[in-house]
Nanobody
Framework: QVQLVESGGGLVQAGDSLRLSCTASGRTFSRYTMGWFRQAPGKEREFAASVSWSGRSTYYADSVKGRFTISRDNVKNTVYLQMNSLKPEDTAVYYC?????????????????WGQGTQVTVSS
């Protein structure tokens, strides 16, 4: 079992930056791929980014590529999502998730454990 707790969400203006954090407890964090997903009202949950267990490999959705950066600190059992140049369409609840296996998977069903989410709202 893995427990995930996200933090760092908030209300910002278009063009601003935010950094989300997700701290894990339970099983050995460093063995897992970590991902960030988001879900806007009335829409399906969608993939944003993932990072391999080592932190050396990352994978991004086209919608966030070049603006968001995922990273992890295996000593602190924490994964981060640095979000720059935020747009109103980035408004969503952001979830971190864990999976055993390769990092280049982007479907929610391919992830095993989920956090409760943190709200990000970007005003125009």
């Amino acid at each position: 079992q893995v427990q995930l707790v996200e933090s760092g969400g908030g209300l910002v203006q278009a063009g601003d930056s935010l950094r989300l954090s997700c701290t894990a407890s339970g099983r050995t964090f460093s063995r897992y791929t970590m991902g960030w997903f988001r879900q806007a009202p009335g829409k399906e949950r969608e993939f944003a980014a993932s990072v391999s267990w080592s932190g050396r490999s990352t994978y991004y959705a086209d919608s966030v590529k070049g603006r968001f950066t995922i990273s992890r600190d295996n000593v602190k059992n924490t994964v981060y999502l640095q979000m720059n140049s935020l747009k109103p369409e980035d408004t969503a609840v952001y979830y971190c998730a864990v999976r055993s296996g390769p990092y280049y998977y982007s479907r929610p069903s391919e992830y095993d454990y989920w956090g409760q989410g943190t709200q990000v709202t970007v005003s125009s």
